[in-house]
Structures are given as structure tokens and as C-alpha cells.
């Protein structure tokens, strides 16, 4: 053999090993194994981690592992894992199998037959085979847990003894079983000794509540369900340091809302004793203390200070003040009640629609469970006096009080009389009051705002932000003394990127000094400091932020499990940690404030191409994990000092991407033929050729290009483009910024979109020019309607749930929510900036349906008939209007789904046909049946016309 001959038989064998090596595209099966972060946590010590790694579809996992990536416990369809405080035990919840479950369903069993969850049990300091308990139904650890787990489980009644063979200790609640009842289940409570195994167990319980320190645990019992007088009904407490059980309160009934003061001292409830059937429950508010035999009625309907016609309200949560001087509650008028003689078939069914309704029918509707479950604010003063004194009645929307609950003052707000403007303004402006908790005595302090208000931790002020002013405030709640905080600065603490027609909104509150004295107020890129007696404000960042383009947002790392402490106070004598985002490279990470008073630029720990999510810490703040992605690396879970120089890589949740052909994200900037300064993310596919032709799609939502650096999983679409598998498949897709002139929205996507395809177009000679398609939903779907009207560029269209008629769209109802839908015309989303009376002719403009005669472009249409977003009519016109103009048209109804996809089969089936269109369209493939044919309703449920 020659040299020529030994080279082309060399040349031959390395491109067939390269043809043979070449990474595959995404397919359709890779969806329900592709993988996620679920829940993580880091101990408060730091020293162990736990977090679930959970498939789109199928069995979750849950692993355990210490501070240096050892794995400890691999606990399959684990859920909910805790550590007890003291880092000796860890104790999770296992799911039943997934295909177990859903043979259930398919044979459809009752909610009581269905698989039931397990516990499992695992010392860490022994580090033991973990203890399992089945049929378990619910589990339960106190705030400070140490040493004890409860569980309510299922026995057989059958059994001679208790299913956890481990028990040492039974403590009855009820009759011993009879022989008829052999065979049968019973509820069982099970308190677990954690470093014994041994169980205290309690039959008949339905509830149970632990007190934070885990030395006392309540629990319900119901009694026999045909006797409403049975002697063992009631709540008990159970003290786990002298094992004694003491029943508290008498009756059967519903026994909700526990809580207990901060020092464990006060317990405070409500109940409804009687017939669990009784349309109206009347509810009392109950309190204990260890002086008392039995808890006592502390409020109830004719309690002094109780509105007439109201009582205590069975729907609030209960919250003594730290102090325990006061405990918050809330009160209801006293509903009223259906008459169940009446005969249903005998009485008209309708909705009486009123002008001066505050809120709209549908709106109403919607809430009515809500509304039902109303409540509105109270005090009590549990040791000093029984008087009920309200601090806020049906006129008012919030009461805002701080979180220690011990002044005097808090805020309630009200928009009564101003709530039929929001049919069409969506906001309202409010009456601020301030309330005395002592007298219940309000005073009106800001008679009209448009804006957020605050109340200070110490409640000595009332902070707001004014959006007619764009200014921010304090005010003295004990002199009256009003403040401008930033009067004399110029930076603007507004939204600047505001491109809707409406009052642009602010950026937040950042946090409070421990004194209660200074606010710390964000603007786009920086915190400030503003002293609530109106003194000077400064920049703690020093203008940092602003000078380079970052974002810097106080990263909130003080652990604080209690619910009460929700307050993010910011100490300057202690370095401070920022989350950063670079608006100019779009580039994340974390900044540091070194501690001290003075004004200083923040230091960067880490900024890089990547997204973090998940940011935790331990108790000392000295190790933090979190999630790191970018479009290339799924988000997988680390673990690294509070430095960032110390990263340790836990989890690897979709090793399998490296064997498929990806994709690549990069930015792309040009400006547009009016002269506006543009970018978006132009994604390719990993083995990109610049010397091929790619077909391209555009998909699109107002502004995209912030996450570069994000993940997209594949994933059966809600009706977006799933990117990850066209780019995949050998598709470019492009994911245009756009800006808006009021008035023009559809023009502003002309603007931005279009050119942005052209510059590609123009500039790479890899973009086909002949083989581009659109995709958006929702707003995005009314562009891609839009767009099709203006241009014929584009080869295929795929619009999901658009508006394509503004003059009826904006007389209609977004079902979900009950509202009007004008607000969203005039000043929000669809930037109309008027009236459909004042701007008939811009109504019809950025109308796609009165121009759908220009239309040349094939065009899918999703919009199903449970939409509760945008009315599905509004996809019929569009339809029916191009299916009489003759034009290539689709409808997709997936019959009640919603306005995103919720069904997974649904998702599913809408990505096999979104792929089949664009591939027919931009590639040239076959088309399927459905494509060419249709589905006739005499073939629903039987063909799904996917096939080729």
C-alpha cells in the first residue's frame, strides 16, 4: 500500500470515528429524568448539609452529607429532611414510589388507600441503619428540637401490639379496641425518644402542636364520631419532663390557631365546640397558663369591646407580643347563613352586577373564600384586662405592626371609597392611620398615598415612599413631624427603567438600624442611609454601584429561625455581604462592606459568569452553599467559606447533558433603525458550524438579556420555547431585548425584533435569512400577532394565549383573578397610556385583527378555554378571522388548561407539535397529520394526528 493509500484509509477512519462520536441531539424522552435542586439547608453549626435532587418526573432523592462533601445518608424519595438543632439526629419524610402512586390513580382509589408517606430516623453520632416507620400520615418537630420526633401512623386494630415493635411506653387517650374492630385501622400518635427509640403512644389523636423548647406537646382528640358528647374530646397537654398528660379543655369540636408566648408561659387558642356539620362555627378565644386547671374563655362574641354582631374570628393566627403583655387576634362580623330548608331548584341562580360595587362581580367570586375567611385585627391584654380593643374593621386593606409587637402604635391602611378606580388605574391611593394598641383610638396621619409605607422597628415612625413625589418620608408618630429623607439629593430612588404609562415605583427598603433610627433605602444601583429625623442621607456604598453599572443588594445572611424575627437589620460595625449584578456584562456575585461608619467603596469576593441562587448560611455566617449555573452548567448545589475562596461542588444532578449536543449563549448588541441602543442572547448550538446555514427563531417577553448566565432546562413547554432542544436540534434561537414608546407597543416590537433578526441576518452569513420563525406567549403571543401583520420575514409563527383585539380585550375579564382587564391598556403591560374613548385609533393600531388581510405567515394559535389571564375568545377571532381570510391557521384548545400549560401531558404533547411546525416550516421536513389534515372532534381522544 502507497503513502497516498495509507493516508486516505487513516483520513477515512478517524472521520468515521468522529461521525461515530458526535453527540446527539435532545429527544423528547430526556425530559422526566432531567433533575433539579429541591429543597438545602445548611446546618446552624455548619457542619452537615442536606438537600433533594428531584426528576421532572419520577422519584426525588434526598442526601445528607458533612461540611467536607462526605456522603453520610442517601435516602431515596426522601422529603423534608431535618436536623434537630443539636446536629444529632436527622429525620425526613419518604415519599411513596412514584409509579405506585400512580397505579392508584389509574385504578382510582380512594384518598385512603392511596400509598402512604414513611419517617425515617438517622443518629448522626452513631451514624446506625436509619429506623423507618410506615403508613406515617403526618411528623412533626419542635422549633428547638433535640431529642424527640411526633408522628401520626396507621395500626392495625388487628394487631396485638403496636406496629413499632421499639415502643416501651403506651399512654392511652382512648377506649381499648373491641373485637368488632379487628381489622380495621387505627390513628395513632407516636412520640419518639430519639436517642432511646423509645415511644410514648396516644390512640384517637387528630392534631397535635409542639411548644418551641419541645417541653410540652397539645394534642386534639375528636372522640367517637357518632357521640357529640364524648367524655374524651378535647385538648390535652402533655409535659415531656415529668410525663404527665392533663386534659385542658373540655368539648368536641375544632381546636386550631396554638400559640404560645415567647417565654412558654402563655398559651393562647380558639375553639368551636359542637357539630363539625354547623354551617356557621362560632369561635372562642382561649388561655392557659400552668397556674390554671383548665384553659379559660378569654374573648368571645359580647365580649366588652367586641363590635356588635361580630366574634372572634376561627381563620387568624394568634401572636402574643415578645413582652407577653399583648396578644394580637382577630375578629369577624358574623357571617350569614343559607337557608338549607329552602329548595334549590325552586330559586333563581344569578349575579347581581352593581356600578357601585367596590369591586366587580367576577372579582368577588374569585375571593369568595377569601373574603369568607377574612379577618380583621384585635388586642388583648391577657393578665390585665379581658377588653377586646379592634384596631382595624372592613374599610380597612393591612395592618403593619413591628415584629416585637410591644409599642403602642401600628398602621392600617385603607383605599375605601377609591376602589372602583382600580378597574382601570390597577393601584389606589390609601389612607395611612396610625392605631393605639392601648385604646384602639386611630388617627389619620396621610391622608392620600400612592406608595408603600413602613412602619419603623421601634414604631416611633411611619416611613413612605410617595410615587406622585418620588420622595421619601418620615413621620413622628408620637409629634406629628414630617421629613423629606432625600430632598436634598439627586439621585432618584424610583424605578428608571419604568417603561409603562404609570407612576414608576421604588426600589425598597433595604433594612433598619438596631436603634430604629436610620432607614436603609435602595436606588438602582446603590444603599443608602436615610436618618429618620431628616439629617444628611448618605451612600454607604459610595456611589460604588452607580459608578460601574452593579447592582448591590444587601445579602441577608443574620440567621433568624424564628418566625416573629422577619426585621433585616443592618449593624455597619460588621462587615456586610452585597449580591452584585453587573447591568453592563451581566455578570453576578458578592460584594463586601468592611465594618465600620464610615462612607466606603464595597470590595469584590467573587463576580463571575454564572447565576447564584439559594444563598444560605450557617448560624456564624462562615459557610455559605448555594446554586451556581450559567446556559452551560445546570445549577448545581456548593458549598464555600463566607470568602468564596474555599468551593466544594456537592452534587452533579445531570451528568447526562454531556452526552447530548447542548448549546452556547452569548450577547449581541446593535441599534436599531431609530437609533436605540439594543442587545439580546443569540444561543447556538454546541457544534455550531459558521460555515453551515441555520434556520432561526426569535422568542421573546419585554427584556431578557439579565439572564445570560441562566440555566434552561429542557422541559415539555407551558407554550414558551423550549430553547435547550431547538438549539439542540440544529436551530439558532434569539432572545431580543425590547423597549417601549407609550402608546406603540407593537411598533417598539417592529423596532426591536425585527431589526435585531435583520442585523444577524446581515452580519452572519449562517443566519438564513429564508428560514426564521417567531414564538412568544402570552405578551409574547401578541407581538408574534403583531409582527405577522407588518412583515412577511418570517416563514413560521407560534403565538400562545395573544390579544389580537384591543376594543374588546379591554371591556373584558381576566377570569383568574375576576378583574378588568382596562387597567392593563391604559397603564401597565400593553402601554396604551389611554382610554379606548380617548385613543380609539391607537386601540385599533396595535390591534393585530383589523390588519390579520396582510397576513402571509403559517401561524399556530395555543389558547385554552380555561384561561384565566387573557379571555380565549380573543384566539378565536384571530382564527376564525384568518381562517375566513384563507390563510395557513391552527387553533390548539387544550380543553381546561390554562393560560401557561399546567397539565404535564398537555406540555408534553404542545412540544412534539411546536417541533413539528417549525421543523415543516424552517427545515423542511414532513408534515404531521394534524399539520395537514386536522383532527375532526369524531376522531378526539381516539388519533392525535402527531404522526407523519
Given at each position: 500500500?502507497?503513502?497516498?493509500?495509507?493516508?486516505?484509509?487513516?483520513?477515512?477512519?478517524?472521520?468515521?470515528?468522529?461521525?461515530?462520536a458526535?453527540?446527539?441531539?435532545?429527544?423528547?424522552?430526556?425530559?422526566?429524568?432531567?433533575?433539579?435542586?429541591?429543597?438545602?439547608?445548611i446546618?446552624?453549626?455548619?457542619?452537615?448539609?442536606?438537600?433533594?435532587?428531584?426528576?421532572?418526573?419520577?422519584?426525588?432523592?434526598?442526601?445528607?452529607?458533612?461540611?467536607?462533601?462526605?456522603?453520610?445518608?442517601?435516602?431515596?424519595?426522601?422529603?423534608?429532611g431535618?436536623?434537630?438543632?443539636?446536629?444529632?439526629?436527622?429525620?425526613?419524610?419518604?415519599?411513596?414510589?412514584?409509579?405506585d402512586?400512580?397505579?392508584?390513580?389509574?385504578?382510582?382509589?380512594?384518598?385512603?388507600?392511596?400509598?402512604?408517606?414513611?419517617?425515617?430516623v438517622?443518629?448522626?453520632?452513631?451514624?446506625?441503619?436509619?429506623?423507618?416507620?410506615a403508613?406515617?400520615?403526618?411528623?412533626?418537630?419542635a422549633?428547638?428540637?433535640?431529642?424527640?420526633?411526633?408522628?401520626?401512623?396507621?395500626?392495625?386494630?388487628?394487631?396485638?401490639?403496636?406496629?413499632?415493635?421499639?415502643?416501651?411506653?403506651?399512654?392511652?387517650l382512648?377506649n381499648?379496641?373491641?373485637?368488632?374492630?379487628?381489622?380495621?385501622?387505627?390513628?395513632?400518635?407516636?412520640?419518639?425518644?430519639?436517642?432511646?427509640g423509645?415511644?410514648?403512644?396516644?390512640?384517637?389523636?387528630?392534631?397535635?402542636?409542639?411548644?418551641?423548647?419541645?417541653?410540652?406537646?397539645l394534642?386534639?382528640?375528636?372522640?367517637?364520631?357518632?357521640d357529640?358528647?364524648?367524655?374524651?374530646?378535647?385538648?390535652?397537654?402533655?409535659?415531656?419532663?415529668?410525663?404527665?398528660?392533663?386534659?385542658?379543655?373540655n368539648?368536641k369540636?375544632s381546636?386550631?390557631?396554638?400559640n404560645?408566648?415567647?417565654?412558654?408561659?402563655?398559651?393562647?387558642?380558639?375553639?368551636?365546640?359542637?357539630?363539625?356539620?354547623?354551617?356557621s362555627?362560632e369561635?372562642?378565644?382561649?388561655?392557659?397558663?400552668?397556674?390554671q386547671?383548665?384553659a379559660?374563655?378569654?374573648?368571645q362574641?359580647?365580649?366588652?369591646?367586641m363590635?356588635?354582631?361580630?366574634?372572634?374570628?376561627?381563620?387568624?393566627?394568634?401572636?402574643?407580643?415578645?413582652?407577653?403583655?399583648?396578644?394580637?387576634?382577630?375578629?369577624?362580623?358574623?357571617?350569614?347563613?343559607?337557608?338549607?330548608?329552602?329548595?334549590?331548584?325552586?330559586?333563581?341562580?344569578?349575579?347581581?352586577?352593581?356600578?357601585?360595587?367596590?369591586y366587580?362581580?367576577?372579582?368577588?367570586?374569585?375571593?369568595?373564600?377569601r373574603?369568607?375567611?377574612r379577618?380583621?385585627?384585635?388586642?388583648?391584654?391577657?393578665?390585665?384586662?379581658?377588653?377586646?380593643?379592634?384596631?382595624?374593621?372592613?374599610?380597612?386593606?393591612?395592618?403593619i405592626?413591628?415584629?416585637?409587637?410591644?409599642?403602642?402604635?401600628?398602621?392600617?391602611?385603607?383605599d375605601?371609597?377609591?376602589?372602583?378606580?382600580?378597574?382601570?388605574?390597577l393601584?389606589t391611593?390609601?389612607?395611612?392611620?396610625?392605631v393605639?394598641?392601648?385604646?384602639?383610638?386611630?388617627?389619620?396621619?396621610?391622608?392620600?398615598?400612592?406608595?408603600?409605607?413602613?412602619?419603623?422597628?421601634?414604631?416611633?415612625?411611619a416611613?413612605?415612599?410617595?410615587?406622585?413625589?418620588?420622595?421619601?418620608?418620615?413621620?413622628?408618630?408620637?409629634?406629628?413631624?414630617?421629613?423629606?429623607?432625600?430632598?436634598?439629593?439627586?439621585?432618584?430612588?424610583?424605578?428608571?427603567?419604568?417603561?409603562?404609562?404609570?407612576?414608576?415605583?421604588?426600589?425598597?427598603?433595604?433594612?433598619?438600624?438596631?436603634?430604629g433610627?436610620?432607614?436603609?433605602?435602595?436606588?438602582?444601583?446603590?444603599?443608602?442611609?436615610?436618618?429618620?429625623?431628616?439629617?444628611?442621607?448618605?451612600?454607604?456604598?459610595n456611589?460604588?454601584g452607580?459608578?460601574?453599572?452593579?447592582?448591590?443588594?444587601?445579602?441577608?445572611?443574620?440567621?433568624?429561625?424564628?418566625?416573629?424575627?422577619?426585621?433585616?437589620?443592618?449593624?455597619?460595625?460588621?462587615?456586610?455581604?452585597?449580591?452584585?449584578?453587573?447591568?453592563?456584562?451581566?455578570?453576578?456575585?458578592?460584594?463586601?462592606?468592611?465594618?465600620?461608619?464610615r462612607?466606603?467603596?464595597?470590595?469584590?469576593?467573587?463576580?463571575?459568569?454564572?447565576?447564584?441562587?439559594?444563598?444560605?448560611?450557617?448560624e456564624?455566617a462562615?459557610?455559605?452553599?448555594?446554586?451556581?449555573e450559567?446556559?452551560?452548567?445546570?445549577?448545581?448545589?456548593?458549598?464555600?467559606?463566607?470568602?468564596?475562596?474555599?468551593?466544594?461542588?456537592?452534587?452533579?444532578?445531570?451528568?447526562?447533558?454531556?452526552t447530548?449536543?447542548?448549546?452556547?449563549?452569548?450577547?449581541?448588541?446593535w441599534?436599531?433603525?431609530?437609533?436605540?441602543?439594543?442587545?439580546?442572547?443569540?444561543?447556538?448550538?454546541?457544534?455550531?458550524?459558521?460555515?453551515?446555514?441555520?434556520?432561526?427563531?426569535?422568542?421573546?417577553?419585554?427584556?431578557?438579556?439579565?439572564?445570560?448566565?441562566?440555566?434552561?432546562?429542557?422541559?415539555?413547554?407551558?407554550?414558551?420555547?423550549?430553547?435547550?432542544?431547538?438549539?439542540?436540534?440544529?436551530?439558532?434561537?434569539f432572545a431580543?431585548?425590547?423597549?417601549?414608546?407609550?402608546?406603540?407597543?407593537?411598533?417598539?416590537?417592529?423596532?426591536?425584533?425585527?431589526?435585531?433578526?435583520?442585523?444577524?441576518?446581515?452580519?452572519?452569513?449562517?443566519?438564513?435569512?429564508?428560514?426564521?420563525?417567531?414564538?412568544?406567549?402570552?405578551?409574547?403571543?401578541?407581538?408574534v400577532?403583531?409582527?405577522?401583520?407588518?412583515?412577511?420575514?418570517?416563514?413560521?409563527?407560534w403565538t400562545?394565549a395573544?390579544?389580537?383585539?384591543?376594543?374588546?380585550?379591554?371591556g373584558?375579564?381576566?377570569?383568574?383573578?375576576?378583574?378588568?382587564?382596562?387597567?392593563?391598556?391604559e397603564?401597565?403591560?400593553?402601554r396604551?397610556?389611554?382610554?379606548?374613548?380617548?385613543?380609539?385609533d391607537?386601540?385599533i393600531?396595535?390591534?393585530?385583527?383589523?390588519?390579520?388581510d396582510?397576513?402571509?405567515?403559517?401561524?399556530v394559535i395555543?389558547?385554552?378555554?380555561?384561561?384565566?389571564?387573557?379571555?380565549?375568545?380573543?384566539?378565536?377571532?384571530m382564527?376564525?378571522?384568518?381562517?375566513?381570510l384563507q390563510k395557513?391557521?391552527?387553533?390548539?384548545?387544550?380543553?381546561?388548561?390554562?393560560?401557561?400549560?399546567?397539565?404535564?401531558?398537555?406540555?408534553?404533547?404542545?412540544?412534539?407539535?411546536?417541533?413539528?411546525?417549525?421543523?415543516?416550516?424552517?427545515?423542511?421536513?414532513?408534515?404531521?397529520?394534524?399539520?395537514?389534515?386536522?383532527?375532526?372532534?369524531?376522531?378526539?381522544?381516539?388519533q392525535w394526528?402527531?404522526?407523519?
Amino acid at each position: 500500500m502507497n503513502n497516498w493509500s495509507i493516508l486516505c484509509a487513516t483520513l477515512g477512519t478517524f472521520l468515521s470515528v468522529q461521525a461515530f462520536a458526535q453527540k446527539p441531539p435532545l429527544d423528547h424522552d430526556v425530559y422526566d429524568n432531567w433533575k433539579s435542586i429541591g429543597s438545602s439547608n445548611i446546618s446552624k453549626s455548619g457542619n452537615f448539609l442536606h438537600y433533594t435532587i428531584v426528576p421532572q418526573e419520577g422519584d426525588a432523592v434526598l442526601e445528607l452529607k458533612d461540611q467536607k462533601n462526605n456522603l453520610l445518608l442517601r435516602v431515596p424519595r426522601g422529603d423534608r429532611g431535618t436536623l434537630t438543632t443539636n446536629d444529632q439526629f436527622f429525620v425526613a419524610g419518604i415519599k411513596p414510589m412514584f409509579a405506585d402512586v400512580r397505579q392508584a390513580k389509574i385504578k382510582k382509589k380512594k384518598a385512603d388507600d392511596m400509598p402512604k408517606d414513611s419517617l425515617l430516623v438517622f443518629g448522626l453520632k452513631d451514624k446506625n441503619q436509619p429506623r423507618k416507620f410506615a403508613n406515617v400520615k403526618s411528623y412533626k418537630l419542635a422549633r428547638n428540637s433535640k431529642e424527640y420526633v411526633a408522628f401520626i401512623a396507621e395500626n392495625k386494630l388487628s394487631e396485638t401490639k403496636d406496629s413499632l415493635t421499639i415502643a416501651k411506653d403506651s399512654t392511652s387517650l382512648a377506649n381499648k379496641t373491641s373485637a368488632k374492630g379487628k381489622g380495621k385501622t387505627k390513628t395513632v400518635l407516636h412520640l419518639l425518644h430519639l436517642p432511646t427509640g423509645d415511644t410514648t403512644n396516644f390512640e384517637g389523636v387528630d392534631d397535635y402542636f409542639w411548644r418551641d423548647d419541645e417541653q410540652q406537646l397539645l394534642m386534639t382528640k375528636k372522640g367517637e364520631d357518632k357521640d357529640s358528647t364524648s367524655k374524651e374530646a378535647g385538648l390535652y397537654l402533655y409535659s415531656l419532663k415529668d410525663k404527665s398528660i392533663k386534659k385542658i379543655s373540655n368539648g368536641k369540636g375544632s381546636y386550631k390557631s396554638f400559640n404560645y408566648s415567647d417565654d412558654n408561659a402563655q398559651l393562647s387558642f380558639v375553639a368551636f365546640k359542637g357539630d363539625d356539620k354547623t354551617l356557621s362555627k362560632e369561635y372562642k378565644l382561649y388561655y392557659y397558663t400552668d397556674r390554671q386547671d383548665t384553659a379559660q374563655i378569654l374573648a368571645q362574641r359580647g365580649s366588652s369591646g367586641m363590635p356588635k354582631d361580630w366574634w372572634v374570628s376561627g381563620d387568624a393566627s394568634l401572636d402574643f407580643s415578645a413582652d407577653g403583655n399583648k396578644l394580637y387576634l382577630g375578629l369577624a362580623p358574623i357571617p350569614l347563613v343559607k337557608d338549607t330548608a329552602l329548595v334549590e331548584f325552586e330559586h333563581a341562580k344569578l349575579d347581581i352586577w352593581h356600578w357601585k360595587d367596590d369591586y366587580l362581580q367576577p372579582q368577588q367570586l374569585v375571593n369568595l373564600k377569601r373574603d369568607q375567611a377574612r379577618s380583621f385585627s384585635a388586642v388583648i391584654y391577657p393578665e390585665n384586662s379581658a377588653n377586646v380593643i379592634p384596631l382595624s374593621d372592613e374599610t380597612f386593606n393591612r395592618m403593619i405592626r413591628t415584629d416585637l409587637g410591644n409599642e403602642e402604635w401600628v398602621l392600617v391602611t385603607t383605599d375605601f371609597g377609591n376602589r372602583i378606580q382600580s378597574q382601570w388605574d390597577l393601584g389606589t391611593s390609601s389612607k395611612v392611620y396610625k392605631v393605639s394598641t392601648k385604646s384602639g383610638k386611630n388617627e389619620l396621619i396621610i391622608p392620600t398615598l400612592d406608595g408603600q409605607v413602613y412602619l419603623s422597628p421601634k414604631a416611633t415612625h411611619a416611613v413612605y415612599f410617595d410615587r406622585k413625589s418620588a420622595g421619601w418620608y418620615s413621620l413622628d408618630l408620637n409629634t406629628g413631624d414630617k421629613k423629606h429623607l432625600n430632598q436634598s439629593i439627586e439621585a432618584s430612588f424610583v424605578d428608571e427603567e419604568n417603561d409603562m404609562p404609570m407612576l414608576p415605583g421604588s426600589y425598597g427598603v433595604a433594612g433598619w438600624s438596631e436603634d430604629g433610627k436610620t432607614a436603609y433605602v435602595y436606588d438602582r444601583y446603590d444603599v443608602w442611609a436615610f436618618p429618620l429625623d431628616g439629617k444628611a442621607p448618605s451612600t454607604i456604598t459610595n456611589g460604588y454601584g452607580r459608578e460601574n453599572k452593579i447592582s448591590l443588594r444587601l445579602a441577608n445572611l443574620d440567621r433568624q429561625d424564628h418566625p416573629r424575627f422577619r426585621t433585616n437589620y443592618v449593624d455597619l460595625g460588621k462587615a456586610q455581604y452585597l449580591n452584585a449584578f453587573n447591568e453592563v456584562t451581566k455578570e453576578n456575585g458578592m460584594y463586601i462592606l468592611d465594618a465600620g461608619k464610615r462612607i466606603r467603596n464595597p470590595r469584590p469576593v467573587l463576580m463571575a459568569k454564572n447565576t447564584f441562587r439559594r444563598l444560605m448560611a450557617d448560624e456564624k455566617a462562615d459557610r455559605v452553599i448555594y446554586t451556581k449555573e450559567d446556559y452551560m452548567h445546570s445549577p448545581d448545589l456548593y458549598v464555600n467559606s463566607i470568602a468564596m475562596n474555599q468551593e466544594m461542588r456537592l452534587t452533579d444532578i445531570n451528568p447526562q447533558q454531556a452526552t447530548y449536543n447542548w448549546g452556547t449563549a452569548e450577547l449581541v448588541e446593535w441599534t436599531t433603525p431609530k437609533g436605540h441602543a439594543a442587545e439580546g442572547i443569540l444561543y447556538k448550538p454546541e457544534d455550531f458550524d459558521p460555515n453551515k446555514k441555520y434556520p432561526i427563531i426569535a422568542y421573546f417577553y419585554e427584556k431578557l438579556s439579565d439572564g445570560l448566565y441562566s440555566y434552561q432546562a429542557p422541559a415539555p413547554t407551558p407554550s414558551r420555547l423550549n430553547i435547550p432542544y431547538f438549539v439542540s436540534n440544529g436551530y439558532l434561537v434569539f432572545a431580543p431585548d425590547i423597549e417601549y414608546e407609550t402608546g406603540h407597543p407593537g411598533q417598539a416590537a417592529e423596532e426591536f425584533i425585527n431589526s435585531g433578526m435583520r442585523h444577524l441576518a446581515r452580519t452572519n452569513s449562517w443566519v438564513d435569512s429564508t428560514k426564521m420563525g417567531i414564538q412568544g406567549q402570552s405578551w409574547g403571543g401578541y407581538q408574534v400577532a403583531h409582527l405577522i401583520t407588518r412583515t412577511d420575514m418570517y416563514a413560521a409563527a407560534w403565538t400562545g394565549a395573544p390579544v389580537v383585539n384591543m376594543t374588546s380585550a379591554y371591556g373584558g375579564i381576566r377570569w383568574g383573578s375576576g378583574m378588568s382587564r382596562q387597567f392593563q391598556y391604559e397603564n401597565t403591560q400593553s402601554r396604551i397610556g389611554q382610554n379606548l374613548w380617548e385613543a380609539r385609533d391607537l386601540y385599533i393600531e396595535n390591534s393585530p385583527l383589523f390588519f390579520l388581510d396582510r397576513v402571509t405567515t403559517p401561524v399556530v394559535i395555543m389558547h385554552n378555554d380555561q384561561d384565566g389571564a387573557v379571555p380565549w375568545y380573543q384566539g378565536i377571532e384571530m382564527f376564525t378571522a384568518l381562517r375566513r381570510l384563507q390563510k395557513p391557521v391552527w387553533l390548539l384548545n387544550y380543553n381546561g388548561d390554562d393560560h401557561n400549560l399546567i397539565q404535564r401531558q398537555n406540555r408534553k404533547d404542545i412540544q412534539r407539535r411546536e417541533v413539528q411546525f417549525f421543523d415543516h416550516y424552517l427545515k423542511g421536513k414532513p408534515a404531521a397529520v394534524w399539520i395537514k389534515t386536522g383532527v375532526p372532534a369524531i376522531h378526539k381522544g381516539i388519533q392525535w394526528g402527531l404522526e407523519v
